[in-house]
């Protein structure tokens, strides 16, 4: 029994060399390597870090595209979806004042068509992709306010659309922070 | 065909393309055979060496339950410490506290016992010296006890009469050093690479494109998360698991994690056949897995990609599916899928809210942590299968009237109450949890702890009744996922839980060892016209039988009073 406990003892300790240390400080190395040179790829403009690229950000002014819900307002120190159960009359009223907003601020749109992501949560809060339906849906809206075409908004909207994985599997979707910042870039 | 289902089918096609033949190289190179990754037996002989073990010695099938439960023994002692003083210890770069004692008690167990509960949140209950030397840590070591006692059991069928067993330090280690680690690295590059981060910079802070300022979580997580999935843990290294960015940022980092989940498991079941040298076994064993599997991803599919019928009422279009506590990025299918491999298995990590899944998901997730052996964790799941087998084959044979035997050992009474007992454990642990969480809201509401009773349940009515049992039932599968809204970071659920957890664990590892142990030292009694053959399509379908009327006998009345109610109640 003694003889376990201290060759349980020496392993333990060995081990964490090998995975504590050396593993991680080997992917940490190899991480400097990829595009975010592990930190993260960074989205900027003129020079300057407005966001990361895949940490979905919060927006409300009508001159840019809105991203999804988040239960915990995109603050990306944490993380976290609402939890809310599909019968929890509480949480439907929300959605269904979602939808009424979005009404409000698009009046050329009729309810269907509206997709889901834009009036639910998402898992993580920090989304940073809508559906493709999402973003034309708020072509106009945009358009309006940048006093630009509708067709230049939605050429805009197609150019940062990504395809499925490969063209074959998965959803398409579009980055909220990206097109954004394709917008004001447009201004200039 | 659509995209998102073209998706899912591609990574269980892959799935099993690396799989099996994962499996029939575990298979040799626990036989001690040439295998290719040979080369590293100089680092393995110095691990041996600094930890005085000797590999050659053999060990009894109690010899290596001492040794796994010693070493699993120092694990929760020298974790439980770190994380009460982790804000004393270095490489804390965000200042976060240590934990309180009833929540290390939880975190240590949760993690010793491969489940991964985190009744904390990575970004702010943990710091990067416990992230790494205790978490990181035990998600290496708590997968490797899991194969290595897996792999006793297979030595145990592999020679006719024997008490040798093999050393489990052995076993132990190489599963880290042929398996773990090897696979880890491949994984963890191809996250570094699409976005992961790697690096050891704290809390970054920008200015938004709108001007307001964001601070952002980050570390290096690609690692983590790469053996959180290979080693069927599944704890995060960010609060909302699989579903954050930077855990999981694209649709092809998703088909690597849920595809790097699933391989060991489906391995092991061949590892089981080949080495025993009954490969018939292993297709048949897989085969009834793969029929569970599917009867629970199938609805799920369907029932996601479906949408909320309430949400549908309000007139909003659900094209592909409903979308609350989802990522865009993934979709409701892949989600789904996602959903179903860490529920049978028992990783437990998420790339959803599974709180906010329709009701019907939700039971289908309930189920199959009850059932808990379709694929299952990381050599654990090749144990919760054994057990039933050995069930099966007692029923069968008094069935028919012939003696009840595997693989020409007897199996006697000893053999069969080791078996019931561990096969009642299950249910009687998550029942009982969830009998007494439930007794707790009702009458001590106002009960002073950090989450007050009142306030645990995020949703109410049976939805609510569904999160104590999704816990109870996650804890006692040590899975790990979680019905997230429930309040359970206070000294109620952290004890509860812990005893749950650390029941599910040990005694479904000693049993079937156990057994088999047992079994393999009884006189072995050749094949003959007479024997009732354990691989033959007929057998596994009597143990698809066992599994699911044990399962529908002890926890139907529970799901009906949750999930069932609820979505009954939903579609009125």
């Known amino acids: ?188 | 065909m659509n995209t998102e289902l073209l998706g899912i089918i591609a990574t269980y096609a892959l799935t099993l393309l690396i799989g099996i033949p994962l499996g029939i190289y575990l298979a040799k190179m626990f036989a001690g055979e040439k295998v290719w990754t040979d080369f590293l037996k100089p680092l393995e002989k110095g691990i041996y060496k600094l930890s005085g073990i000797n590999p050659d010695e053999s060990m009894n099938w109690k010899q290596h339950m001492k040794a796994l439960l010693m070493i699993n023994m120092v694990w929760l002692v020298y974790g439980f410490f770190a994380l009460i003083y982790q804000d004393k210890l270095p490489l804390n770069p965000d200042g976060n506290l240590g934990q309180s004692p009833d929540l290390a008690f939880n975190s240590i167990i949760s993690f010793v016992v491969n489940c991964n509960l985190q009744h904390y949140s990575g970004e702010s209950g943990a710091t990067y010296f416990t992230q790494h030397f205790v978490f990181m840590f035990l998600q290496f070591v708590s997968a490797a006890t899991g194969i290595a006692a897996a792999v006793v059991l297979f030595k145990a069928f592999r020679d006719k009469t024997t008490t040798n067993l093999g050393n489990f330090w052995v076993f132990f280690t190489r599963s880290i050093t042929r398996l773990l680690l090897p696979l880890s690295v491949v994984v963890a590059i191809i996250l570094a690479f699409n976005g992961t981060t790697t690096s050891y910079e704290g809390k970054d802070q920008f200015i938004s494109l709108q001007g307001d300022t964001v601070h952002v979580s980050r570390g290096p997580a690609a690692g983590f998360v790469a053996i959180k999935h290979l080693g069927t843990n599944g704890g995060g290294w960010f609060g909302v698991n699989g579903a954050h960015p930077l855990e999981n940022p694209n649709y092809l980092t998703n088909m690597v994690e849920v595809i790097s989940q699933v391989i060991i498991p489906i391995a092991m079941v061949f590892a089981f056949g080949y080495f025993i040298r009954r490969k018939k076994m292993a297709w048949v064993i897989f085969g009834i897995m793969t029929l569970g599997m599917m009867l629970l991803l199938v609805p799920t599919v369907i029932s996601e990609t479906g949408g909320s019928p309430n949400i549908a009422k309000m007139g909003v279009s659900q094209l592909t599916g409903a979308m609350e506590g989802k990522e865009v990025r993934f979709g409701p299918t892949a989600t789904a899928y996602w959903s179903t491999v860490t529920t049978i298995i028992s990783t437990g990590s998420v790339n959803s809210m599974h709180d906010s899944a329709m009701p019907l998901t939700g039971m289908f997730q309930l189920i199959a942590m009850m059932m808990n052996c379709f694929y299952g964790g990381c050599g654990v799941g090749i144990l919760n299968y054994f057990i039933f087998i050995i069930i099966a084959v007692f029923i069968s044979g008094l069935m028919v009237g012939r003696t009840p035997e595997f693989l020409g050992h007897k199996v006697e009474a000893r053999e069969v109450k080791i078996a019931s007992i561990i096969a009642l454990l299950h249910p009687f642990i998550i029942l009982v949890g969830t009998a007494l969480a439930a007794y707790t809201v009702t009458n001590f509401p106002d009960a002073d702890w950090l989450v007050k009773p009142a306030s645990w349940l995020n949703n109410p009515g049976f939805h609510g009744f569904s999160e104590m049992l999704y816990e109870n039932t996650s804890a006692a599968a040590n899975n790990g996922s979680g019905f997230e809204g429930l309040g359970d970071n206070n000294v109620f659920w952290n004890v509860l839980t812990g005893f749950v957890l650390i029941l599910g664990r040990f005694l479904p590892i000693i049993g079937p060892v156990a057994i088999a142990g047992l079994l393999a030292s009884k006189k072995y009694i050749p094949e003959s016209a007479g024997t009732l053959r354990t691989d033959t399509l007929t057998f596994g379908v009597m143990t698809f039988v066992v599994i699911v009327i044990i399962a529908a006998l002890a926890f139907f009345p529970a799901l009906t009073l949750g999930p069932l109610a609820e979505h009954f109640s939903m579609i009125k």
């Open chain 1, 1 to 188: 029994m003694k003889k376990y406990i201290i060759q349980s003892l020496r392993l333990t300790g060995v081990l964490m060399v090998l995975l504590c240390i050396i593993y991680p400080l080997t992917i940490a190395y190899i991480g400097k390597f990829t595009p975010g040179e592990g930190a993260g790829e960074k989205i900027t403009k003129n020079g300057k870090v407005v966001g990361y690229a895949l940490i979905g950000q919060s927006f409300t002014k009508p001159e840019y595209f809105w991203g999804r819900p988040s239960a915990v307002g995109y603050n990306a120190a944490g993380s976290g979806g609402s939890n809310k159960g599909a019968t929890n009359e509480e949480y439907l009223k929300q959605v269904s004042d979602r939808v009424d907003t979005l009404l409000k601020y698009h009046l050329y749109l009729k309810k269907a068509d509206i997709p889901a992501d834009m009036v639910t949560a998402s898992g993580s809060g920090l989304d940073p992709n809508i559906s493709e339906t999402g973003a034309i849906m708020q072509i106009k809206r945009v358009a309006a306010y940048r006093k630009l075409s509708d067709r230049t908004v939605a050429e805009l909207v197609v150019k940062n659309t990504e395809g499925p994985l490969f063209g074959l599997f998965g959803p398409s979707k579009v980055n909220v922070l990206k097109l954004n910042v394709a917008l004001d870039e447009l201004k200039k």
